[in-house]
């Protein structure tokens, strides 16, 4: 079965530094979208960026960005400069034609002061 | 603009009973989608609704039901109520259904307890 893996359940930073949230994703699709969102804990998912199969750069969005390695199926998130407002879960998804999302299981980010 | 609406943020119900739950899209946004998140599961795909009709629908028993209104809105209906059906519960909706790449946008959902 198509499925994502999160293979972090929890992950700290320290204040102000760059944090890596691992996704590897298992498709024979050739065209796929990947995308990563953040449920704080008031339960709103909420959009962080998107990575379509056949783009050629890897997707940034503010302090944001995907690096993308298709060839190793993985789709990894990076948040730069981290802030105290990061902590939250991370959750990366696979669009399915059909509507819906296949969420992984998500990563726990705690960000240290 | 306002965002994805659900009601009630919390609901209890008892074994057996009936639940229904409530989502009001983005203006503009035709596609409602449902998903399950309970502890330990992660979020499940539940229903997809589109120009009020169904369009796709995930491994769950019939029991669980909805419908979309001509005004997009949508219901989740969760009969003969079981303990494991305690989740939250997400609506989201987007304007783009043939592809998704608009990102969807989630309401804050729907905490379902059942004792």
């Known amino acids: 079965a198509q499925k994502i893996t999160q293979t972090q359940p929890g992950m700290f930073v320290q204040e102000k530094e760059a944090v890596t949230l691992d996704c590897t994703y298992d498709t024979s699709d050739p065209s796929y979208g990947l995308f990563w969102y953040k449920q704080p804990s008031s339960g709103e998912m909420i959009f962080l960026i998107y990575q379509g199969s056949y783009d050629q750069q890897n997707a940034t969005e503010g302090r944001y960005s995907l690096n993308f390695q298709k060839a190793r199926k993985s789709a990894n998130l990076v948040i730069s400069a981290s802030q105290l407002g990061d902590s939250a879960m991370y959750f990366c998804a696979d669009y399915r034609q059909g509507g819906k999302l296949i969420f992984g299981q998500g990563t726990e980010l705690s960000v240290k002061p | ?115």
Not at chain 2, 3 to 17: A, E, F, M, N, W
Not at chain 2, 25 to 50: C, K, M, N, R
Not at chain 2, 63 to 80: D, H, I, K, T
């Open chain 2, 1 to 115: 603009e306002a965002g994805v609406t659900q009601s009630p943020t919390h609901l209890i119900k008892t074994r057996g009973q009936q639940a229904t739950l409530r989502c009001s899209p983005i203006s503009g946004h035709t596609s409602v989608y449902w998903y399950q998140q309970a502890l330990g599961l992660g979020l499940q795909f539940l229903l997809w609704y589109d120009e009020g009709e169904e369009r796709n629908r995930g491994n769950f028993p019939p029991r669980f039901s909805g419908r979309q209104f001509p005004n997009y809105s949508s219901e989740l209906n969760v009969n003969a109520l079981e303990l494991e059906d305690s989740a939250l519960y997400l609506c989201a909706s987007s304007s783009d259904p043939m592809t998704g790449i608009t990102g969807y946008t989630f309401g804050s959902g729907t905490r379902l307890t059942v004792v």
